[in-house]
């Protein structure tokens, strides 16, 4: 079983800066691929950036420029750097791993970008 814990959520003003954490616990030996996704109340979540084990990134159009994902293969924690941030930008932000084939996530952290 694999467990993850995000962290660094908070309320920031827009144009601001947050840097979230998640890292990953358990049977971890064959994590593959790690994402962030975003949820607003009352939608669907969306794929925020993706980092495969090797280091190559995709993000969603709306945050490219802005946002940047990386990991720490050793620590089995990957991290997403926001700048630039808009009120577009809120909502709860969960890690995704796959592992051995099998889908985890996190419980979310909330992300509120307001003045």
């Known amino acids: 079983q694999v467990h993850l814990v995000e962290s660094g959520g908070g309320l920031v003003q827009p144009g601001g800066s947050l840097r979230l954490s998640c890292a990953a616990s358990?049977?971890?030996?064959?994590?593959?691929?790690m994402r962030w996704y975003r949820q607003n109340e009352g939608k669907q979540r969306e794929l925020v950036a993706d980092?495969?084990?090797?280091?190559?990134?995709g993000y969603a159009d709306s945050v490219k420029g802005r946002f940047t994902i990386s990991r720490e293969n050793v620590k089995n924690t990957v991290y997403l750097q926001m700048s630039s941030l808009k009120p577009e930008d809120t909502a709860v932000y969960y890690c995704?791993?796959?592992?051995?084939?099998?889908?985890?996530w996190g419980q979310g952290t909330q992300v509120t970008v307001s003045s």
């Open positions: 995704y791993a796959l592992v051995g084939g099998t889908e985890y």
């Open positions: 358990g049977s971890i030996f064959t994590i593959t691929d």
């Open positions: 980092i495969a084990s090797g280091g190559s990134t």
